[in-house]
């Protein structure tokens, strides 16, 4: 049989964000595929370079559009770390409660956009309408659906007041039914697992291999999960399971994120819980003495590496970002070798790229 | 009996959700007939106060997006221009600023045809 | 039209959402037509514009057959069961010729897909269908249709083979769980890729014509014999029925997923044509 190749190219409908892969096909299997990223490169790291360490802030919340918060949060616990000032109580907890609301979010997304590759449409509306639910409350406590802007070196900006908790409360008991009809879906849907079982197929020494992190990792078996293994912020004041399966195929990381979300939704109720008094911000002073700082968190894809290096000015001298979707992308054209050409939109789908992460 | 039904749950578990959506109120709004609700905390239009306002450029200095320019001449004559399309609606120059003076509406920013819409003139001072 | 317009706001309702209003299909074929019309270098223009109308033409000639069969009994011939089958069959042949002349990567291998599942479920219409001609004893609609006036409407000793004939159906019209060969988020459209402005129309107008005279047939087959034909309550009920079996059709949209095309012929193959040749064995000697 002849060989043919057909290009998932820049704009493609499976795709959310431009990138580039070409497939060789034999018949209907895939053989090869050859990846191609830069497309949405901004340059953001030069551009740090010529805006104030406030500025920064702003730039950095637009890396991503999902994971906005968590990118700003890790940069300012550098700056602070950097600084060395101590964030109040109260600010770190509002921080936190933004963080799993995003990772709900990101969450209930990627469950919408993997039911459209496979076909269900269904599904797909679902879980966007629970996801509006997400969106309308971080609107009520930050100001803006998806670019928060909350964040500030020191704190954050707005307080959470009364009516706003009572809000999240609600929202929060109907997020958590629908999410376990979710999970009844899933895991009861012959359709949908003759879709996803059995195909991605990543093995515990591949994950290891090419240091993959984030619900990929955690649905071959690779335990690694940021907020137990080096608690920032606070998060070794909560409880809360880290799941993690040993199937390794497009389901297994399905059932891994669904459980992350509900895992979420308990962590922001112990949040409102906890929440302790105080201020919300504490005064950073502009200029930034000399030094490197690296700080770490868990986005909703994996980990997120800061590195700050300042030189006593206004400006940073360097910053480095990596985010995660860069790992899990250098796996794919093995988790493709093999698979019909059918399948090609389930695995994509499950990996959960965010291309203009991994390009920055 | 049991197995049968488990059976069906597995072929077919989306029908009770189908039947309920079928019945309930949809979910999406016909945008342009009927709006929608905004919180408060939306960061819309920019605007100012203008008795607190000193010019002091705190909020120039810290705008991502170069969206506020300062011309000053003396203590008490400048004038503080916002350029709305450049700016990115972020809320940097509401908390930037001490002495309570420029802040963020709810409300929607209009469009408009031409580009001299966009260039708004937020405190026109006059003194000596 | 309005048939289809009825699909995608009963899809949206399942979904949770406001649909579209009801002039929204009329609307997509009017803007389609004024669109100009480009094809790559190299296809033949004559089949290019020869297939959509040909499919267009089979259609509605099997839709005039059937519908002239509901309204008067002297319209339908001896046979004419087999021809109209035969009809409604075409355009899918047609679908895949299309995506072969317009050659892009996407339209053959689309193409390719519809051929396969286009050999399986038409077999699997035709012998499911065929239960009611047997169990009637003769090959025209009228005939069929008589047969029923006398005794039970033929749902019910024949609900298997209703089943397995809207599978068939399903899998004719290339609908969800079917819909490989127009997977949006695969293969764009499959073979209709290339063709857009009046040609893309026509495609369209196919298949909501073959939607429509399907749904037809179907009732025709399986429910006829209630009523009167003739008279305006029977045309109603009719409309009723043809309504409902949309219905049908949008929920089983709605639920599955979409399935990779070696499993649909595995599906097929394995089960849905044995279970219907079994059935009309069991036809035969009942």
């Known amino acids: ?10 704009q493609h409908p499976l795709l959310k964000e431009p990138m580039s892969f070409n497939i060789t096909l034999e018949g209907e299997n895939v053989i090869d595929s050859a990846l191609r990223l830069g497309y949405v490169h901004r340059g953001i790291e030069k551009l740090a370079e010529t805006r104030s360490f406030i500025q920064n802030i702003t730039l950095f919340e637009r890396v991503c559009g999902i994971c906005s918060h968590i990118h700003t949060t890790t940069y300012c616990q550098a700056v602070e770390g950097l600084l060395e000032l101590e964030v109040p109580r109260r600010a770190v907890y509002i921080r936190m409660l933004l963080c799993e609301l995003e990772r709900i979010h990101s969450h209930l997304l990627w469950m919408g956009v993997l039911a459209k590759n496979i076909g269900l449409n269904t599904v797909f509306m679902y879980s966007w309408r629970d996801r509006e639910i997400v969106l309308d409350l971080m609107e009520e406590i930050s100001g803006g659906r998806v670019s928060h802007a909350i964040n500030t070196i020191g704190g954050v900006r707005k307080d959470l007041k009364e009516g706003q908790v009572q809000k999240l409360s609600e ?8 999410v376990d009809e979710l999970l009844r879906i899933v895991d009861n849907d012959r359709s949908f697992k003759a879709r996803t079982q059995g195909i991605g197929f990543l093995s515990e020494e591949d994950v290891r291999r090419y240091c993959v992190v984030g619900p990929v990792a955690r649905a071959s078996g690779v335990d690694v999960d940021l907020r137990k293994n080096v608690p920032y912020a606070c998060y070794d004041e909560l409880s809360f399971k880290v799941v993690s399966m040993t199937e390794g195929d497009v389901w297994a990381r399905s059932m891994v994120r669904i459980h992350e979300t509900s895992e979420a939704i308990r962590l922001c109720e112990q949040i409102i819980e906890k929440l302790p008094e105080g201020e919300i911000a504490a005064t950073a002073k502009r200029k930034v003495p000399a030094g490197e700082f690296i700080s770490r968190s868990e986005a909703p894809r994996g980990e997120v590496v800061y590195f700050v290096k300042s030189d006593g000015s206004q400006t940073p001298a360097r910053v480095k970002v990596r985010t995660p979707t860069l790992t899990a992308l250098i796996t794919l054209p093995r988790q493709l070798s093999g698979l019909q050409m059918a399948d090609v939109s389930a695995v994509v789908a499950g990996v959960d790229l965010c291309i203009a992460c991994a390009d920055r | 009996m049991k197995k049968i039904l488990d059976k069906i749950q597995t072929i077919f578990p ?46 120039v200095l810290d705008c991502p997006a170069n969206a506020l320019a300062l011309e000053k001449d003396s203590k008490n004559k400048f004038r503080l221009i916002h350029y709305r399309d450049r700016c990115t609606y972020c809320g940097q120059c509401e908390q930037s600023c001490r002495f309570d003076a420029i802040f963020m509406e709810n409300e929607y920013i209009q469009p408009a045809y031409d580009r001299d819409a966009f260039f708004e003139i937020l405190v026109d001072r006059d003194g000596e | 039209m309005l048939f289809h317009w009825v699909d995608r706001k009963l899809t949206a309702k399942f979904e949770g959402r406001i649909g579209p209003p009801w002039y929204q299909p009329l609307a997509d074929v009017i803007k389609l037509f004024a669109k100009e019309d480009i094809l790559p270098n190299g296809t033949n223009d004559l089949f290019a514009s020869l297939l959509p109308l040909t499919s267009f033409a089979t259609v509605l000639t099997a839709g005039f057959y059937i519908f002239g069969a509901f309204i008067s009994t002297e319209f339908s011939f001896a046979g004419d069961f087999i021809v109209i089958v035969f009809l409604l069959s075409l355009p899918s042949l047609l679908f895949f010729l299309g995506g072969w002349t317009t050659s892009g990567v996407y339209s053959i291998l689309g193409g390719n897909r519809s051929l396969l599942q286009y050999f399986s479920y038409e077999v699997l219409f035709l012998v499911a269908l065929s239960g009611t001609s047997i169990a009637s004893g003769s090959w025209s609609l009228s005939g069929i249709r008589s047969a029923q006036e006398n005794g039970l409407p033929y749902i019910i000793p024949q609900l298997i083979g209703f089943v397995l004939a809207m599978a068939g159906l399903i899998g004719k019209l290339k609908r969800s769980p079917y819909d490989i060969p127009k997977a949006k988020s695969e293969m764009i459209v499959g073979p209709l890729t290339e063709y857009s ?9 196919t298949d909501y014509v073959q939607t429509i005279a399907g749904i037809a047939l179907l009732a025709q087959c399986y429910f006829s014999g209630i009523w009167e034909v003739y008279s305006l309550p029977g045309i109603a009920i009719s409309l009723v029925m043809m309504l409902g079996l949309q219905f049908a059709l949008s929920m089983i949209s709605a639920i599955f997923t979409r399935l990779r095309i070696d499993q649909l012929i595995d599906l097929n193959w394995r089960f849905f044509i044995p279970l219907s040749l ?9």
């Open chain 3, 197 to 205: 402005g009046k040609r893309l129309a026509l495609w369209q107008l």
């Open chain 1, 171 to 178: 929202g929060l008991s109907v997020l958590s039914e629908r």
């Open chain 3, 278 to 286: 079994f059935h009309n064995v069991l036809i035969i000697i009942l």
């Open chain 1, 1 to 10: 049989m002849s060989r043919v190749t057909i290009p998932i190219g820049p």
């Open chain 2, 14 to 59: 989306l029908l009770p959700n189908i039947f309920s959506a079928f019945f309930s109120r949809p979910e999406t709004e016909n945008y342009p007939f009927e709006k929608t609700h905004i919180p408060a905390r939306y960061r819309g239009r920019v605007s100012i106060r203008e008795e607190n306002c000193v010019g002091c450029s705190l909020c």
